[in-house]
């Protein structure tokens, strides 16, 4: 079946620091693929996507690019800020037909922590 | 235009006992899905709702159930609590187009 692998955290940084957050993917097919950011008390909100390959999502100055020869999304950033803390989630969305259906498959999340 | 609605945030309960979450989708998305999340285990899928049907579901036993009404909103319902069940339950709407899901802030369950 789908899955998802991120890198261990936590991740700690000083700010304006440049992250890398791994995330590498096992999929049948073209799934899309997203990194869902949940900062303390809140939902997942949707940071970025790519819905095919070599696309590159961005957003608020993160990007990752969708490189199937090497199935990964790797989340990165030139310069992180404190407020840039929070829970980071890689997912991908499978195209399998019926057992898709409002299914993401998520990494298990790293927590990135950003010192002034 | 409004997010993902879920009520209540916070709930407690005991041992035995029932549970029902509510959740209102963005106006227009007619998909609704629902999401556990727990420390150990992640976040895992639950079900995902269409016009009314289930059309996807996850690995949980039967005590989860949810149901969609008309107006795409969704309640799902935990029966005969336990402990383990204690996770923020996360619900996500979506357009069933791109598989992009929005989520709301989650409802808390605590089970003492």
């Known amino acids: 079946g789908d899955s998802v692998t991120q890198m261990e955290g936590p991740v700690t940084l000083s700010e304006e620091a440049f992250l890398t957050i791994n995330c590498t993917y096992t999929a049948t097919g073209y799934p899309s693929l997203f990194w869902y950011v949940q900062y303390p008390g809140e939902g997942l909100q949707l940071l970025l996507k790519a819905t095919k390959a070599d696309d590159k999502g961005s957003n608020k100055g993160f990007e990752a690019t969708y490189r199937k020869e090497t199935t990964s999304f790797h989340l990165e950033k030139g310069s992180v800020q404190v407020s840039d803390s929070a829970v980071y989630f890689c997912a991908l969305s499978g195209n399998a037909g019926g057992t898709s259906y409002g299914k993401l498959t998520f990494g298990q999340g790293t927590i990135l922590t950003v010192h002034p | 235009k409004a997010g993902v609605t879920q009520t209540p945030r916070y709930l407690i309960k005991t041992r035995g006992q029932q549970v029902t979450l509510s959740c209102s989708p963005i106006?227009?998305?007619?998909?609704v899905s629902w999401y556990q999340q727990t420390p150990g285990q992640g976040l895992q899928f639950l079900f995902e709702y269409f016009s009314e049907t289930q059309r996807n579901k996850g690995n949980f036993p039967g005590r989860f159930s949810g149901r969609q009404f008309s107006n795409s909103r969704s309640e799902m319902n935990v029966s005969t609590l336990e402990l383990g069940d204690s996770a923020l339950y996360l619900c996500?709407?979506?357009?069933?187009?791109?598989?992009?899901?929005?989520f709301g802030e989650g409802s808390r369950l605590t089970v003492l």
């Open positions: 106006s227009g998305h007619r998909s």
């Open positions: 996500a709407s979506s357009l069933d187009i791109t598989g992009e899901l929005f």
